[in-house]
């Protein structure tokens, strides 16, 4: 079965471009032209991803995740046409899982939805892993998607997940952008190093709610470490 995307973005030609690029691909696309429309069409029928333009008029993009993920984990990759730092970050925080800049080549958006279905729904042949990952107080189970934290239950998106296990597989290394990349997505699609930044900066957010301030440890000019996690 084709996967589902709502396109939401205010300018219609670029909603005609990404849909025709989709469609092409073998996907189903539904457009809409406002934050609002969005919100509604994603109560009418779960889409499998979102392509969410960050700059709409009244409800803007970061507005629309924000409420989205008060009830929904569906897949987000943000439009931007400002190229500012704030807009990727705080669309990331968000629980976006990635962004593309306008101008774009609808060629890179489409491998872009394509590796973040991937990742949303690993496919059915690939065998379970039963592996349970611990490293101090931090604890993955990949079968179950579960996580936690000295037995307090830790909310990870996918991405999230798989980078994390990334590092507990290889808990006495040191990762660089690229190789911790590899870990979340696959295929070979280029994912900016603000975009890696984002990631590691979330999940480091969410453990020290839970009281570990050391999960994943900065090596300058080289890349990232496993803390003690204790």
């Known amino acids: 079965m084709p996967h ?3 396109v939401a ?24 032209a406002d934050g609002a429309a969005a919100l509604q069409a994603i ?10 333009d960050i700059g709409m008029p009244e409800m803007d993009g970061l507005e629309v995740c924000r409420r989205l993920r008060q009830r929904s984990d569906v897949p987000v990759l943000f439009l931007s046409a400002r190229d500012e730092e704030i807009d ?8 976006g899982d990635d962004y593309v800049t306008k101008p774009f080549s609808p060629r890179e958006l489409v491998a872009r939805v394509n590796v973040i279905l991937r990742r949303a729904r690993p496919a059915p042949a690939e065998p379970a892993d039963d592996r349970q990952f611990t490293h101090g ?10 996580a936690s934290f000295d037995g307090k239950a830790l909310a990870l998106t996918g991405i999230e997940f798989s980078i994390l296990k990334g590092f507990l597989a290889r808990p006495t ?10 870990s979340a997505y696959a295929g070979k699609v280029h994912v900016a190093d603000r975009t890696v930044d984002s990631h590691i900066r979330n999940i480091r957010a969410k453990l020290a709610a839970l009281g ?19």
Not at 88 to 95: D, F, K, N
């Open 43 to 52: 109560g009418r029928r779960a889409p499998d991803l979102v392509v969410l």
């Open 88 to 95: 990727r970050v705080l669309g990331l925080e968000m629980g």
């Open 173 to 182: 290394h040191v990762l660089d952008r690229d190789m911790v990349m590899a």
């Open 212 to 230: 570990c301030l050391d999960v994943i440890e900065t090596v300058h000019g080289v890349g990232f470490r496993l803390g003690r996690c204790g």
């Open 137 to 146: 107080k931090l604890a993955l189970a990949p079968a179950s998607h579960a």
């Open 4 to 6: 589902h995307i709502l």
């Open 9 to 32: 973005d205010d300018d219609p030609h670029i909603r005609e471009v990404i849909c025709f690029a989709l469609e092409k691909a073998g996907m189903k696309t539904q457009a809409v």
